[in-house]
């Protein structure tokens, strides 16, 4: 019986040379001359921090596109809020999701069944869901629903087995 499984995941090593990038660009620019903007990359968190709220949402942008410049997508960002720091500064915390959850597995549960392909089951194992069928085409029909549709989450294909 085909199978697949639906994951969410983040490629780190891609993020850390985005937030490098975008580090060296902001030391760079003139824009960001003497405002201490700054990416620090820590265990699924990024912090980010300037001399005041503007520069803050500048570097973040700035951030956004290195990040899809390298094919991570900016699903998988989940900012925090804008917090005041001492002397007018502001930082931010950015938390990267990854893996799938017991609310998006549902909701891709649901989606399956609402395709109405006959033969078509999913069923969620941990951070992943498992989708199988009959025939490899309604597989291959479930991968383009799922790439056509909108979902909080990056999804990616993997594990495809006749």
């Known amino acids: 019986m085909p199978t697949f499984d639906v994951v969410s995941e983040i490629d780190l090593?891609?993020?850390?040379?985005?937030?490098?990038?975008?580090?060296r660009e902001a030391s760079t620019r003139f824009d960001f001359k003497n405002t201490d903007a700054v990416i620090e990359f820590g265990d699924k968190e990024l912090k980010l921090s300037a001399s005041t709220e503007d520069r803050l949402r500048a570097l973040y942008?700035?951030?956004?596109?290195k990040l899809v410049k390298?094919?991570?997508?900016?699903?998988?960002?989940?900012?925090?809020?804008?917090?005041?720091?001492?002397?007018g500064a502001a930082r931010q915390k950015i938390v990267l999701k990854a893996g799938i959850s017991q609310e998006v597995g549902?909701?891709?549960n649901k989606m399956v069944k609402e395709m109405g392909?006959?033969?078509l089951t999913s069923s969620i194992q941990g951070d992943q869901v498992r989708?199988?069928?009959?025939?490899?085409?309604?597989?291959?029909?479930?991968?383009?629903?799922?790439?056509?549709?909108?979902?909080?989450?990056?999804?990616?294909?993997t594990n495809f087995r006749d």
């Open 13 to 23: 090593q891609e993020v850390r040379n985005a937030v490098d990038q975008a580090n």
């Open 61 to 65: 942008q700035l951030l956004e596109e």
């Open 70 to 87: 390298r094919s991570v997508s900016l699903k998988s960002l989940e900012p925090g809020k804008i917090e005041e720091a001492s002397q």
């Open 106 to 108: 549902k909701q891709i």
């Open 117 to 119: 392909v006959k033969n």
């Open 131 to 157: 989708i199988s069928g009959k025939q490899r085409d309604d597989l291959q029909r479930a991968i383009a629903f799922f790439k056509e549709s909108d979902i909080s989450v990056p999804l990616q294909f």
